[in-house]
């Protein structure tokens, strides 16, 4: 059976560096290339004359790439160790992101997109599940909340260097590959330090999904509503009356408020005993946001403010949710457990956009607001009926 509550006990209260510094910065510098290379990649399929639903199903092999890698990236690690599987991710990845601009073709995007999003994906769980293994139970909010802040910078630098290079050449997607590639260093150096998986997961992967449904449900809302709510947020404040520079600034507002929040919010995960109430309280302060969005889009100041910590909350329900999953499990479950947390997350981008463009077709300009409240909700009913089942067992 799955270690549960417990596991915290008997861990070291330092906080092991060399370790974290590996995974972070490993995982940020790939942050870094995606943010670059998700617009650079739209803008040269526009500048082709591909139409917009081509490039949108291109774009959506992203998340089906990553529900296909989270299976079975913990097998992978289980095989060839943890830093030996993150190498090769590392490798794969910059490769394929360099082949964006030798793929004459447009067919050849896809496996492109698989290769690039699978190998990311393969990162991302295997840094969080060594960033989880290496924190100390008692500092393990404050860890993880300076992995999603740096995270979160390597996704601004992104945009910022696409703006200054352009589209033009081989440049950027040298620089993409480039900052994949700085990622082997520090993993190579602390290659001996990486957690090692000696048992399998004793679940099929999918129980996993259901093992801490509190973390899980709440990575599926966070990548709903950021992937769903980024991609809409600019129509939803044009047809408001909000200009394209006004749209954009509350982004970026709401974007500051996901780097700031980040490490307060862990380090107060840290005091509780249990996390749960301090995810649900996340998900009923976004509900209220998403519902208060109609009454203050008219007002841009109103609105900053309500997106910078609306922003912060959103996030939060990641760096809470992960540091939750790390407190419940260890070893190979917990592997296994963050391979499942990234599949909602994927599952949750890819569900996020759909669901939110229906509502805003369906309902009006106002479905936008209606549907982000719709999956905080969902989260909320989900914590109160997780809340009453615990009471009715003890």
């Not at 417990?6 to 972070?24: T, Y």
């Not at 509350?250 to 249990?274: A, E, H, W, Y």
Request: aromatic fraction near 10%.
């Amino acid at each position: 059976m799955a270690n549960t509550a417990g596991s915290d006990s008997g861990h070291r209260e330092e906080i092991h560096w060399p370790s974290l510094v590996a995974a972070i910065s490993a995982i940020s510098a790939v942050g870094i290339a995606i943010g670059l290379g998700l617009p650079l990649l739209s803008i040269i399929l526009e500048k082709r004359g591909i139409s917009s639903t081509l490039i949108g199903l291109n774009s959506a092999m992203a998340g089906i790439a990553a529900m296909a890698a989270a299976p079975v990236t913990t097998k992978l690690a289980h095989e060839f160790g943890v830093a030996r599987t993150m190498l090769w991710a590392v490798v794969i990845s910059a490769i394929s992101a360099l082949g964006f601009y030798y793929a004459a073709d447009f067919w050849m995007w896809f496996p492109l997109r698989v290769a690039f999003h699978g190998a990311v994906t393969t990162l991302f769980i295997l840094s969080e599940f060594w960033i989880n293994e290496a924190a100390p139970p008692r500092r393990r909010g404050l860890v993880l909340g300076i992995y999603a802040t740096v995270l979160a910078i390597g996704f601004a630098i992104g945009p910022l260097l696409f703006s200054a290079i352009g589209s033009e050449g081989i440049l950027p997607f040298l620089i993409g590959a480039a900052a994949i590639l700085v990622a082997f260093i520090p993993i190579y150096i602390a290659r001996n330090e990486s957690p090692v998986l000696s048992d399998r997961p004793q679940q099929h992967f999918l129980r996993y999904v259901l093992l801490v449904p509190t973390a899980t449900a709440a990575v599926f809302v966070f990548g709903a509503v950021e992937a769903g709510g980024l991609s809409l947020f600019p129509i939803y404040a044009n047809r408001s009356g909000l200009t394209e520079s006004d749209a954009a600034l509350l982004l970026t507002v709401m974007g500051i408020g996901n780097m700031v929040f980040q490490i307060p919010f862990g380090m107060i995960s840290d005091r509780l005993k249990d996390r749960r109430p301090m995810l649900f309280l996340m998900a009923l302060a976004g509900l209220v946001g998403a519902l208060a969005l109609p009454s203050l889009i008219g007002n841009w100041w109103l609105m900053a403010g309500l997106l910078l910590v609306w922003g912060g909350c959103v996030s939060g329900l990641y760096t809470v949710g992960l540091a939750h999953l790390g407190s419940r499990l260890t070893g190979s479950d917990l592997a296994a457990a963050n391979a499942a947390f990234v599949f909602c997350y994927a599952v949750g981008t890819v569900a996020g956009p759909q669901a939110i463009g229906v509502s805003i077709d369906v309902s009006g300009n106002d479905g936008f607001a209606w549907a982000l409240a719709g999956f905080f909700a969902l989260y909320v009913l989900i914590s109160l009926f997780r809340g009453l089942f615990r009471r009715e067992r003890t």
